[in-house]
């Protein structure tokens, strides 16, 4: 088992990354403190309640909410059962919400913990890839509204994380796959040699070997920490992290997000960024291939389907949240290890894609 | 004009309290950036609507939201009509939300802001005297839940509070002296300068003389400001603020919220909570008195009415979300201008009542 602790504004939380952690009462007791309610999704519950026996045996005033499963049921109405059932268990201002699932389930749980009596108690179980390496660390919480992704939600930091490497098992290999892409971004925008330790073990994590894997969730949920802690409300440094996400999110809004995984989209987008980087001459030629090349060993999509119209894209990404006065916002590579914000001209992009 | 800087753990915001501030644009000008959202309720949207043209006028992207004005409209699903107003807009993260209103309208416009995209700007304009004193200043926002008040919320800074004393004098006058209750807490609970000021201006406050009116505003404020400042998520002192409103929310509650105005409530709840001080022989004997007379010059109400049953008071109150470990928590006086929160015997409390 690694820990890392994250600070943030108003203090700071372990993130406990390791095997078998779900059922080791030493750690989640802790963390455990008034009444509990677990908050996880039907496909979770069937597979991970059970492992919280041992721990959640003991405590006498508890209830358990299993929700569908699914993006599309993180809603305000979801987060609004969830905050029934804290006032069935007459849940206090000292009372514990636990989370057990991927995004969708860490994020609702965390907005309903956010704005129940103004804030109580949030543990994240990431039991994805993509949850334990990024959505879980950070306090971003939140639900989707009709007109788009997230756009309700609340800064609410967990008091624990606790990443059980064994649930990541289960996940199928698209899923799995598509939580990589995030964890190949840590290397790519802020760690050189972390994206050269995934260059030589890029077969032993799409194998899911122990180890390895432990490896890599922690140098992630270490780079985010570091991240966080200088940029907590995203002012600056932590738009790093949106490497290959503007792309990304165009593409996934222009499928209606039949078509790709979160980081399915996201691989394609960091691949196109880094090609956008090396036409402007931010980066050596080569650097984009070695970057597109990890991903396609990572058995993750680099190339945009050929029916796109790049026109519709550019206009979605002209949408992002993140522009200020219509302009495109772009995070771009000036090395492998190393990126920057870059206000990025319409035709360029247009090339590009 | 006065203008009080509230620190807090993110920043600090001013609050400006004078004559005529709403259509003076050298004050609103500084804090609107981005897309304007002004919301507010149809009593006081008909009153004071108007009087933001100046400012507003020049302003490109605004909409506003007129909602049905009343406690039992401060819920989830007017909270979602502010969000979907927000979006309608296409307000990004720079935007800004005015709350031109009472608690109600603040706490829920508040709310919003808060929770569109994880926290955009606020502005808080309170047109009534408890909302100038108490519930614009502090963060705290939120809406009811049917199975109780400020369920549902988030503490939520604003970027200023802009009080124009010249709404005070159209309330009514049962709605402006349920403010004054307030008021007098500050002096009772810290600030015995004040109190005795107050005994001196009672008259005047009562017949709303603007230049004291501006020095009882400016003296609460400050009052809650320094609170705030050193407390900002109610760990410790901020607590005393609840002086009276223990005894307060049981009686709300008993009368199912249809008898008392909340400020109402806290008077009769202040008045009990002192005389059970002086019972318990923490205050000299006469103290409780001077409290009540106050109270009872500003015409507000002090006693009990004769059929509230004591035992069930007593049991509302042992629900008060500000216990722990079901003790019942009770803020007490020292003397005029000094409280303790101190856990209180049943037998005591049954006995005041």
Same mark, same amino acid.
């Given at each position: 088992?690694?820990?890392? @602790? +994250?600070?943030?504004?108003?203090?700071?939380?372990?993130?406990?990354?390791?095997?078998?952690?779900?059922?080791? =009462?030493?750690?989640?007791?802790?963390?455990?403190?008034?009444?509990?309610?677990?908050?996880?999704? %039907?496909?979770?519950?069937?597979?991970?309640?059970?492992?919280?026996?041992?721990?959640?045996?003991? *405590?006498?005033?508890?209830?358990?909410?299993?929700?569908?499963?699914?993006?599309?049921?993180?809603?305000?109405? =979801?987060?609004?059962?969830?905050?029934?059932?804290?006032?069935?268990?007459?849940?206090?201002?000292?009372?514990?919400?636990?989370?057990?699932?991927?995004?969708?389930?860490? %994020?609702?749980?965390?907005?309903?913990?956010?704005?129940?009596?103004?804030? *109580?108690?949030?543990?994240?179980?990431?039991?994805?890839?993509?949850?334990?390496?990024?959505?879980?660390?950070?306090?971003?919480?939140?639900?989707?509204?009709? @007109?788009?992704?997230? #756009?309700?939600?609340?800064?609410?930091?967990?008091?624990?994380?606790?990443?059980?490497?064994?649930?990541?098992?289960? #996940?199928? %290999?698209?899923?799995?796959?598509?939580?990589?892409?995030?964890?190949?971004?840590?290397?790519?925008?802020?760690?050189?040699?972390?994206?050269?330790?995934?260059?030589?073990?890029?077969?032993?994590?799409?194998?899911?070997?122990?180890?390895?894997?432990?490896?890599?969730?922690?140098?992630?949920?270490?780079?985010?920490?570091?991240?966080?802690?200088?940029?907590?409300?995203? =002012?600056?440094?932590?738009?790093?992290?949106?490497?290959?996400?503007?792309?990304?999110?165009?593409?996934?809004?222009?499928?209606?997000?039949?078509?790709?995984?979160?980081?399915?989209? +996201?691989?394609?987008?960091?691949?196109?960024?880094?090609?956008?980087?090396?036409?402007?001459?931010?980066?050596?030629?080569?650097?984009?291939?070695?970057?597109?090349?990890?991903?396609?060993?990572?058995?993750?999509?680099?190339? #945009?389907?050929?029916?796109?119209?790049?026109?519709?894209?550019?206009?979605?990404?002209? #949408?992002?949240?993140?522009?200020?006065?219509?302009?495109?916002?772009?995070?771009?590579?000036?090395?492998?290890?190393?990126?920057?914000?870059?206000?990025?001209?319409?035709?360029?992009?247009?090339? +590009?894609?």
């Amino acid at each position: 088992m690694k820990v890392i @602790q +994250v600070r943030h504004g108003g203090g700071e939380y372990p993130v406990y990354v390791g095997q078998g952690l779900l059922g080791m =009462s030493s750690v989640l007791d802790r963390h455990l403190e008034g009444r509990i309610l677990v908050v996880t999704d %039907d496909n979770v519950g069937r597979l991970y309640l059970d492992r919280l026996r041992p721990v959640l045996g003991r *405590i006498d005033h508890k209830r358990r909410l299993i929700l569908p499963a699914g993006e599309e049921n993180k809603t305000v109405a =979801s987060w609004s059962r969830i905050i029934d059932e804290l006032i069935a268990l007459k849940a206090q201002r000292d009372a514990t919400v636990l989370a057990l699932g991927g995004g969708v389930i860490g %994020d609702m749980a965390g907005f309903a913990a956010a704005s129940y009596m103004r804030g *109580i108690r949030v543990v994240q179980l990431p039991t994805t890839l993509l949850a334990q390496v990024d959505a879980a660390v950070g306090g971003k919480t939140g639900v989707n509204h009709a @007109q788009g992704k997230n #756009l309700i939600g609340a800064f609410h930091a967990p008091s624990a994380v606790i990443a059980d490497l064994d649930t990541l098992q289960t #996940l199928n %290999d698209r899923d799995y796959r598509a939580g990589l892409a995030e964890v190949v971004k840590y290397g790519a925008i802020r760690d050189p040699g972390f994206f050269a330790w995934l260059e030589a073990n890029a077969e032993a994590l799409t194998a899911r070997v122990p180890q390895p894997l432990l490896e890599a969730v922690y140098q992630s949920v270490r780079n985010k920490a570091e991240v966080v802690a200088a940029d907590e409300h995203e =002012s600056g440094q932590r738009a790093l992290l949106n490497f290959g996400h503007t792309f990304g999110h165009a593409l996934e809004t222009a499928t209606r997000y039949q078509v790709y995984l979160h980081g399915e989209a +996201v691989a394609i987008g960091m691949a196109l960024a880094a090609r956008l980087s090396e036409m402007l001459g931010r980066i050596a030629p080569g650097t984009s291939d070695r970057l597109i090349n990890l991903l396609k060993r990572l058995e993750l999509p680099t190339e #945009l389907p050929e029916d796109q119209d790049a026109s519709r894209l550019l206009n979605l990404m002209r #949408l992002d949240k993140k522009n200020r006065a219509d302009q495109i916002r772009l995070i771009l590579l000036d090395d492998i290890g190393k990126a920057s914000v870059v206000p990025c001209p319409a035709d360029d992009i247009r090339e +590009v894609l």
